[in-house]
């Protein structure tokens, strides 16, 4: 079973469900909220994220997966098929059952009323599977941080509050801008120590093709980004005074932009980064989440 849950990468799924959580928090707010709605939500985005997390390993093995000297917790894959735990057809043959799995979950809300869940949900699996998957491998050509900023972000907090309410709403997609960037910011930090596999099998991602010294700006840059975000919305009067609270996760953002600048040219020096990176945009995640039905509740 640790086989399984090693090669489905099953404690990075806060990423894809983080922004679900958040979203639901939204309808809850407006009286739109229904659980079974939110759990095959759930279900259907968990399962297109490990079904993407598995064939990134298959189509990364015969690449930079199988000559990355570098490998963390983190980043270089789940290491089950460089370390013969399991073979490369039976991790493909997961990621479809996963994805299939997902387009189930998807057909059903389609016909419990959410029809347009069948376009957003075509949106998501196309990004999972072509985020590594010939012929387009957004990973690979420079498209994967701006996919992964999208899919992992606005689309789903857009997403998620459709299947609740029916509606399409700009709030509830600008609401999954600030965990766009965290999860942005995940990626980016994850390619530090693969940069010289990734280098050496073509894979031109934008620490690749800037290097990692100028990379280390842009992590800043995405780490910080989502308080600049929640600081306009509520100069601007988008949100209320509470959603300062999650400048209290700054010190976790901080500090991983200071191991960064530190280590970026080091592979086990840049560990606790890459851990507080993913515990930044837990934590941001769930302050907004929080900061919503606070304000149900007092405001």
């Known amino acids: 079973m640790n086989i399984y849950i090693k090669a489905m990468r099953l404690p ?3 990423g894809s469900l983080t922004p679900v959580v958040l979203a639901g928090a939204l309808s809850f707010v407006d009286g739109s909220f229904q659980l079974w ?12 994220q490990t079904g993407a997390n598995l064939i990134n390993d298959y189509y ?22 460089q370390e013969n735990l399991m073979d ?8 479809i059952g996963f994805f299939f799995l997902g387009i189930i979950c998807g057909a059903w809300l389609a016909f419990a009323g959410r029809p347009f869940v069948v376009v957003i ?16 491998s957004f990973m690979a050509c420079g498209l994967g941080e701006v996919t992964i900023f999208l899919a992992f972000g606005p689309l789903i907090t857009l997403g998620t509050y459709y299947v ?9 997609f600008i609401l999954g801008i600030p965990l766009g ?22 894979k031109r991602n934008w620490v690749v093709r800037l290097g990692r010294t100028r990379s280390v700006w842009i992590y800043a840059f995405l780490m910080l980004s989502p308080y600049a975000v929640v600081l306009y919305w509520t100069l601007a009067g988008e949100g209320s005074w509470l959603y300062v609270a999650i ?14 600048k530190a280590h970026y040219h080091t592979y086990d020096e840049i560990i606790p980064a890459q851990a507080l990176t993913i515990q930044t945009h837990l934590s941001v995640g769930l302050a907004l989440t929080g900061v919503i039905i606070l304000q149900k509740l007092i405001l």
């Open 121 to 136: 949900g075509l949106i998501g699996l196309l990004a999972a599977y072509f985020y590594s998957a010939p012929p387009l």
């Open 60 to 81: 990364d093995d015969p690449g930079s997966d199988r000559i990355n000297l570098h490998p963390t917790p983190f980043s270089g894959g789940s290491r089950v098929i």
């Open 247 to 260: 400048f209290l996760t700054v010190p976790l953002a901080l500090k991983a932009i200071k191991i960064v």
């Open 164 to 172: 609740m309410s029916g509606f399409f709403t700009w709030h509830a």
């Open 88 to 95: 490369s057809k039976t991790v493909r043959a997961m990621a």
């Open 12 to 14: 990075f799924l806060s």
């Open 181 to 202: 960037f965290l999860i942005a910011a995940v990626i980016w930090i994850n390619q530090f120590p693969d940069y010289d596999a990734d280098r050496d099998a073509e």
């Open 37 to 48: 709605r939110l759990i095959l939500v759930l279900i259907g985005i968990g399962a297109l």
